[in-house]
């Protein structure tokens, strides 16, 4: 139906990082009439819902921020290396208001499903509090890691304590002295929570389904000659890191693990393990997520680590990770993590030789049939990565078609943007584009520049509708997972392989491709520049 009324050109669902620069872009940028709706109070996605105990990024904040407001680079002064969940809020919270943005955002409501309307070309959208408004473009910035993964344990409308998931943490806090506390989970956010909460707590029960590889953070304050020397190298440092593999400032080892000496080796891994961060995982040698043997003396580095730190020999062989190769589980980055299995307040509970959880009691939790009287849960049980926030939208595109019946086997899309039958549908950091395996705000902008072109270009042309078409999809699809084939990440049951959440399709999630995040970068410009190549305009 041409010419049919519409509300906004676009709808943006979600105000974290990407959400805050797509409204900014398509609104100062482009002029457009944007909403976005959001479901927290405020801005700030991630920054906004994670407030456990320790909650801070794990990217080195000089990168872990935008690059397109450059008077800001040079204003803001990061506290930390890896600043608290406090500060990247103000942050994000100082950029929506700096910018004026929140006038067009609306807080406290979640869109719980929108259609596309295939005779006005328009999207229906829905939200909870009972309104439909319609748009040209629906853009997905809903995150990779919002939707909570809250596994069905048996029993835990029992517990007559009380318990929390570290991603809906209240924003009180929650005062753990003098209390028995069970965590349940030893990913990355548990990683950074379990030091902080041994801390408080009379005892602390810390429950294990798999040991992780972890290196530590070696965090503190950053040092003022450092920050200044970057600034007045931003230019360099956003080329770099747009151009990287990870999008940040890490580079591989030129060189086989297996083909240097010992002490050559041992050197290089300690240089790492020093320098702390992610340097350890993203800057090791190079054939280390190719090659088993070289992934092996990479991890016996860090067993070693392990088995040095935790005094009780049975407690560091429950520590130390078996049956998956290292850097195929998120990297996480821990201060004082071993150590704290030394303190006498902390039980660990592996699954495998202790027995898994059971069930939730009145008390506490049981596990290998042993119940442990707790007074605070903490579940730090992660998310249903990428594909799970995009799925809880309800979007239905073409033909009614929902996503769950297009994603039978795992995720499909083009370039991780887009989705066959889902027209002026664009995904930001959408499964199979390189998102979580990389410095998230680098690929954000990507994603929110490439868009906004797009859309610019489309209104240029006097184009209404794009999307792939299923062939440059299914292409794109096939060449995600060749590339992963080739690697040691699909052997680990890792949430990049939807592993964490029974009966999810085990699909690899991310794009790993051969040069990373600036190839990436370059295969979606020249997919624009040949006329958006695989798409079909009309
Ligand atoms: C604990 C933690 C630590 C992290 N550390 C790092 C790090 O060190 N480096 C890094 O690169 N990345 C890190 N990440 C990833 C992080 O998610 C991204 O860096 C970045 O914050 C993502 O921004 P976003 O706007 O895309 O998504 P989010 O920040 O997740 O924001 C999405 C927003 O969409 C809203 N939303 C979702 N669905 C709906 C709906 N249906 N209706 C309305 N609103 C909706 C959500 O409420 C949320 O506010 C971390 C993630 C976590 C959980």
Redesign the pocket.
């Known amino acids: 139906m041409a010419g049919a009324t519409q509300d906004f050109d676009a709808v943006v669902?979600?105000?974290?990082?990407?959400?805050i620069y797509m409204l900014k872009s398509l609104r100062d940028k482009l002029g457009l009439k944007v909403r976005v709706?959001?479901?927290?109070d405020s801005v700030?996605?991630?920054?906004?819902?994670?407030r456990y105990p320790g909650?801070r990024?794990?990217?080195d904040s000089y990168i872990?921020c935008y690059t397109w407001d450059k008077q800001l680079l040079q204003e803001w002064e990061w506290s930390e290396r890896y600043p608290e969940q406090p500060e990247i809020l103000r942050y994000l919270e100082h950029v929506a208001q700096r910018h004026d943005l929140k006038r067009d955002m609306v807080f406290n409501?979640?869109?719980?499903g929108a259609e596309f309307d295939e005779a006005s070309n328009l999207w229906n959208v829905h939200t909870d509090k009972g309104d439909t408004v319609t748009a040209r473009y629906l853009i997905a910035?809903?995150?990779?890691?919002?939707e909570t993964n809250m596994p069905p344990f048996k029993g835990l409308e029992k517990f007559k304590g009380k318990w929390y998931h570290t991603?809906r943490f209240p924003h009180t806090g929650v005062d753990f002295t003098a209390k028995r506390v069970g965590v349940v989970g030893t990913g990355?956010?548990a990683v950074q929570a379990i030091p902080e909460i041994a801390q408080q707590a009379k005892q602390l029960v810390v429950f294990q389904r798999t040991a992780n590889y972890c290196v530590p953070a070696r965090n503190g304050k950053v040092d003022p000659e450092l920050a200044k020397a970057r600034k007045a190298d931003y230019d360099g440092i956003v080329k770099r890191i747009r151009e990287s593999f990870f999008g940040q400032e890490h580079y591989f080892i030129p060189k086989s693990a297996l083909e240097v000496s010992r002490e050559e080796r041992e050197q290089e891994l300690d240089k790492r393990w020093d320098a702390g961060g992610f340097a350890f995982w993203l800057a090791n040698y190079q054939d280390m997520f190719f090659n088993q043997k070289a992934n092996d003396v990479v991890a016996d580095y860090l067993k070693r680590k392990i088995r040095k730190t935790v005094k009780d020999p049975a407690v560091a062989e429950k520590l130390t990770p078996k049956g998956y190769a290292y850097g195929t589980k998120r990297q996480p980055l821990d201060t004082n993590y071993f150590e704290t299995f030394n303190k006498d307040n902390v039980v660990l509970v592996d699954a495998k030789t202790d027995g898994p959880i059971e069930e939730i009691t009145e008390k506490g939790i049981r596990a290998g049939g042993k119940e442990y009287e707790l007074d605070i849960i903490v579940f730090a049980t992660g998310?249903d990565a990428m594909t799970g926030?995009l799925k809880?939208?309800h979007l239905k595109g073409r033909g009614g078609r929902t996503l769950d019946e297009h994603w039978v086997d795992g995720p499909h899309t083009y370039l991780g943007i887009s989705i066959a039958g889902f027209p002026n549908l664009f995904t930001?950091?959408g499964p199979q584009s390189p998102s979580?395996l990389?410095?998230?705000?680098v690929s954000?902008e990507q994603h929110v520049d490439w868009i906004t072109d797009c859309i610019e270009n489309m209104r240029k042309s006097g184009k209404t509708t794009i999307e792939p078409t299923p062939q440059a999809q299914e292409q794109w699809v096939k060449h995600v997972n060749e590339i992963v084939n080739m690697t040691l990440m699909t052997g680990a049951n890792s949430w990049y392989m939807s592993a964490n959440i029974p009966g999810k399709p085990r699909a690899f999630l991310p794009y790993l491709g051969p040069e990373g995040v600036g190839g990436y970068r370059k295969k979606c410009d020249e997919v624009a520049a040949k006329g958006y190549e695989g798409f079909e305009l009309a």
Do not use: H, Q
């Not at 669902?13 to 959400?19: E, R």
């Not at 700030?44 to 994670?50: A, C, E, K, L, P």
């Open positions: 669902i979600g105000a974290g990082f990407s959400g709706y959001e479901a927290g700030g996605g991630t920054w906004y819902w994670n909650a990024c794990d990217s872990y409501t979640r869109v719980t910035a809903v995150g990779s890691l919002s991603s990355a956010t998310f926030p809880a939208l930001i950091t979580v990389s410095n998230m705000p954000i």
